[in-house]
Every structure is written in C-alpha cells, then in structure tokens.
C-alpha cells in the first residue's frame, strides 16, 4: 500500500520528525493539532472554544488534500489543559461532529507544548469505498 505523508510546515515536524497526517491505504491519521495557523501563529488565546474550532477546521482542510472529509473520522482524541472547560470544548466539536458522532475522548494534561495552547486533538479517519 502506497503511504502519503501531509506536511503542514509547522516548525515542530521538521525538529521532531512527524507528519501532520499519514495516509495508508484507507486509513489516516492525524497528528496531535493546536491552535496554530500558517503563520506560526496562535489562533483563539485564552479562548478554549475558538482553538477547538480553528484545530478541528484545520484539520478538515488535511483531510480534503487526502480525499477524506469530516465525515470518514472515527475517532478523535482530546487533550485540554483545564477539564473543567469540557463544554466549550464539548460544544464546538459537537457543532461539526454532532452528527457524525466519532468516538472520542477528552483528557486533562498538565501542559502542552505551548502554554498558549488549551487543547491539542488527535483524528483516526477510515474512508470507506
């Protein structure tokens, strides 16, 4: 099976040596994904909803360049750095995924890379002939 890497030019992928997305054979996956836009720049600071909305968005666009969309996403994984903003979280995944209804999980860390960044999320998407 022939293996696709997406690269996003984050400074991070060079320096760690990843791949915003990996695509085999029917199956992606996309690395963990803040709130930063093409500039190298934080997007939503302060703001736990705004990131959640930018990180899923842009996650959408890596999607379409693998022929995927929102909707062949299965799973997605939630890092927040306060658990107690769930809900905002909860409430703009929800506004794209609440009817697809991927499995997911929602975990507490105690940072992130940046401490700018509220929340990181991961995404397991299978596209379906």
């Known amino acids: 099976m ?5 690269s996003t030019g ?3 992928e060079d320096i760690v040596g990843y791949s915003r997305a990996v695509k085999i054979g029917n199956l ?4 963990g994904t803040v709130a930063t836009d093409g500039s190298g720049e934080l997007v939503g600071k302060g703001n736990v909803y705004l990131q ?3 990180i899923i968005l842009k996650v959408e ?4 360049q693998l022929g995927a969309s929102l909707k062949d996403v299965v799973r997605t994984r939630i890092f927040a750095t306060d658990i107690s903003k769930w809900e905002e979280i909860g409430k703009a995944h ?11 999980t929602v975990v507490e860390v105690s ?3 940046d401490a700018n960044y509220l929340v990181e999320i ?3 998407a299978i596209l379906v002939a």
């Open 2 to 6: 022939e293996r696709i890497n997406v």
């Open 52 to 54: 959640t909305k930018f």
């Open 61 to 64: 666009k890596v999607l379409e």
């Open 111 to 113: 940072a992130l890379i």
């Open 94 to 104: 929800g506004e794209f995924f609440g009817t697809i209804k991927p499995c997911t």
């Open 28 to 31: 992606i996956e996309v690395s």
């Open 122 to 124: 991961e995404f397991s």
């Open 10 to 12: 984050a400074k991070w």
